[in-house]
């Protein structure tokens, strides 16, 4: 019964689409040149549409009734539109109104390879799987019995170098949260010099009050983004939004380079940037030991992704990594949305070429499940201390060894690789021809971003963009960003490049 | 294909099993009186065990083994033994050694309506909810089509009195992260007198500062639980492993109430304890206002639980209803552990018999999914500000629903207080008999506990219990916690009451 799906699935790949007319419809306001698809191996996508084909502007009529009748449950005002997810298929989000995107936003950067992958559905037909949907166990007090090897399978078989510990949990911010904790942990038991608290550790921590909560504090950047919950959120600062009117810490917060781009055509001003960023970190660390809130870890993403895709070169990191050494800080780098492929590389951090690239790196999002990889003595000693009932979710590691076994297969990396310097080609290119509306055009494989003149600009070209059917997200102040899964191929950058041009010449 | 195992568990359903055997062999050791089973309406259990089957002490050599494997990956101090969730039915649970032991645990509490419920099996087998599995929806932004109906036919056919809306989160400890958010940003609107934030606001807020980020609290309650992550944290007051070396707030925790059980034998002396802790109550409220950090909502389980079982009586709860309004402070309800049927009622709060017992009730667990419900004017007026990536996962409604449907079909929150009785009148029996070891039996409906004479003695209890086939679980200092699924008949009880009967007698 299962398989039924799977197979008019299957079928459906076959039936050739309206990609055709809906270019040709597009094309009708096209004023720039044309991006020629090549003859791209499709063969692996081929339960992939060919196009996006569009019937209404989005949200459509039905959407707009769905969201009235879920705007009496709950807020609904960053609601986009509603899906259909059985019909959609590879990179192609069909929503409600039967409109079918071309999806670069990729539900937040958060799905790996495609909607409805048969690999995924197959997995769903094994009857062998089904016990782990619907019997979700604790897994910190009475895991099943491939835990160990779904664990060595996936989340393992793409350990970061120097690592091969890793601790599953739920979503993106509490694996921040939890990896916190795990260096709030280890600072103290090296202060203490051993692992046994006092008795006024013991009495103290019960009622908030130091040193059982010592005043320790994390080392983050301006532009950073790490989640919402209230301890990831202190060391969130991308926009105000998010943090508006929640209580917070007084922890360090160190400016991120802001670097102009292309990054190799600036490399000397760059470098001179990135030194100025690397000396406040470490006046910032000396400045809060002396306030006796020393710092326990640096947490940092690779790309920072939701504050504006701001890019650092792997001297940053490097000296970054360095200073945190230097200076007995935990270094964690949080990978919750660069990790998983998009840049070419599984994870962003391999691109800096270190083989000790962090004593912590979270992940969520393409993995499916959240969790963090850590050096063995960022492990608490006892057990109960880094825990939660659930502790993420088997039935996603299941998922994820299907992920990571296309990923190797179709060799999807290198194809990312590709495609994404075909996506940013295209982005020099339109901004060559647009100098008045694109600028800043950067990325790694295909986690790019462009910046737009301003922001209410950026808003009308996004929608404008979805109802020509390519579904994009925004970041920072007035950045596009690109996170298409990473079945992206060339042709897939050629569909969505044509139609930003068409777009993009209205502005002329 | 999904429905194979279906089958077998079926069939294998209707196999007789060791039961008579274990219980014949427990009982050699047994110097109390037996419980003996009345013909319980075995019907609708009926894919369901007959009874524990024990082939080694748990945990067994492959356990053990399988435990040596994962601690290489992470740590396994708190693992008990590895399960095989394929075989494990109803209310009983089966490791990987064999053993089969009736389980009042029930994965912290959360598993609902047994393993491997026919229901849920039925659920993976409908083509229809497989895209709900594989296409994991960003559901801020772009949820399903059935969403809304789905939530209807879910949390909202079970809202708490007065409460239409609600949002789901991915589990307890984020569902109270952002419930304390959604508190903060009403209180500060609240203060302002209107919705928009000052420029200073907005400046502040993204460096951690006040007024952007407002010195305000949560005030909790001593004993509390309410999660492991950072803000949560600053609310739980149950161990010391739990909050040592982890930075936290200066916010009130008031006492909660020590009562004498049972409850209605000391009713005057439990008035005069509550009479106490609520006017402490009161008085941390104005401190902490004094002292600049306004108390914005309190937070309160209906029965601390991990905190070893502490009960309050329904004018307790009412009086502090009254005091958070008197006081301008949303009132917020944990119902994490204690939701989704357990005391006999659906929500624990309903014992109280109010119209308004709360602001805000938060639930994950039994319910399968986190989140919160909340009155209208506690949602916050953009959208992002309660938000994250994935938001719940539909894939859990779905199996809510189900879960549901099972309640109601089966009337099982009157089996539970059934049971429960049962459970609790064998437990006062037990306390008579074994007044050296046992005392304070408590519970409502199946939500049961009793006090061990201390800790070391408790934790060989549980050990040995569990050899026998009973898996139970600790909480609080020295408190033994049931925590049985839905499906818990008074003949479970029986089962259990026998076998405790046995391991006590050793004591005597």
Chains 1, 2 share one sequence.
């Not at 196009?51 to 807020?75: A, D, F, H, W, Y």
Request: glycine content about 8%; charged content about 25%; proline content about 5%.
């Amino acid at each position: 019964m299962a398989s039924s799906l799977f197979s008019r699935q299957l079928s459906l790949s076959l039936q050739k689409n309206l990609w055709l007319g809906a270019a040709g419809k597009s094309s009708s306001s096209n004023t720039g040149c044309r991006y020629v698809s090549k003859a791209a191996p499709k063969t692996q996508v081929e339960y992939d549409y060919d196009g996006p084909s569009m019937k209404t502007s989005v949200p459509g009529p039905r959407s707009k009734e769905l969201t009235k009748q879920l705007g009496e449950i709950q807020n609904v005002a960053a609601v986009n539109f509603f899906c259909n997810y059985e019909e959609s298929r590879g990179n192609y989000l069909v929503d409600v109104d039967g409109n079918r995107m071309l999806d670069i936003y990729s539900q937040i950067s958060s799905i790996p390879i495609g909607y409805n992958h048969p690999a995924l559905l197959k997995l769903m037909a094994n009857p062998n799987n089904l016990s782990a949907f619907v019997n979700r166990p604790a897994l910190g007090i009475l895991p099943p019995e491939n835990f160990p090897d779904k664990l060595t399978e996936s989340l393992l078989s793409v350990a970061p170098s120097g690592m091969t510990r890793v601790q599953t949990m739920a979503c993106g911010s509490c694996s921040n949260e939890n990896a916190y904790k795990a260096m709030f942990i280890w600072y103290r038991n090296k202060e203490r010099g051993h692992n046994t608290p006092s008795d006024e550790d013991l009495s103290t921590c019960m009622i908030n009050k130091s040193p059982g909560c010592p005043d320790l504090s994390i080392l983050s950047f301006m532009g950073g983004f790490h989640g919402r919950t209230i301890g990831a959120l202190a060391t969130t600062h991308s926009k105000a939004i998010h943090k508006l009117d929640v209580p917070s810490f007084d922890w360090p917060i160190a400016p991120f380079p802001r670097l102009q781009y292309p990054l190799e055509e600036f490399a000397k001003e760059n470098a001179q940037e990135e030194a100025r960023c690397l000396e406040e970190v470490e006046d910032l660390i000396i400045k809060w030991r002396q306030k006796g809130k020393p710092v326990a870890g640096i947490v940092i993403e690779p790309i920072q992704a939701e504050g504006g895709d701001n890019h650092a070169t792997p001297n940053f990191f490097k000296s970054l990594r360095n200073i945190a050494r230097k200076h007995g800080c935990a270094f964690h780098v949080d990978e919750v949305q660069t990790g998983g492929g998009s840049t070419g590389k599984f994870w962003a951090h391999e691109h800096w070429g270190m083989e000790d690239p962090a004593d912590i790196v979270s992940f969520s999002k393409k993995l499916l499940t959240g969790g963090f990889y850590y050096k063995a003595e960022l492990q608490a000693e006892k057990g109960y201390r880094i825990f939660n009932t659930w502790m993420g979710d088997p039935s996603k590691n299941l998922f994820l060894v299907e992920v990571l076994n296309v990923i190797r297969r179709e060799r999807l990396l290198e194809e990312v690789t590709r495609s994404g310097k075909t996506l940013l080609n295209g982005l020099y290119e339109l901004q060559t021809q647009y100098p008045g509306i694109l600028s800043r055009a950067r990325g790694q494989g295909t986690f790019c971003a462009i910046d737009v003149c301003d922001d209410e600009t950026r808003d009308k070209i996004l929608l404008k963009t979805r109802d020509k059917g390519v579904l994009l997200g925004g970041c920072g102040d007035r950045s596009i960003r690109f996170r298409p899964t990473l079945l992206f191929k060339e042709y897939h950058a050629h569909i969505f490049l044509n139609i930003f041009n068409d777009v993009l010449a209205q502005y002329k």
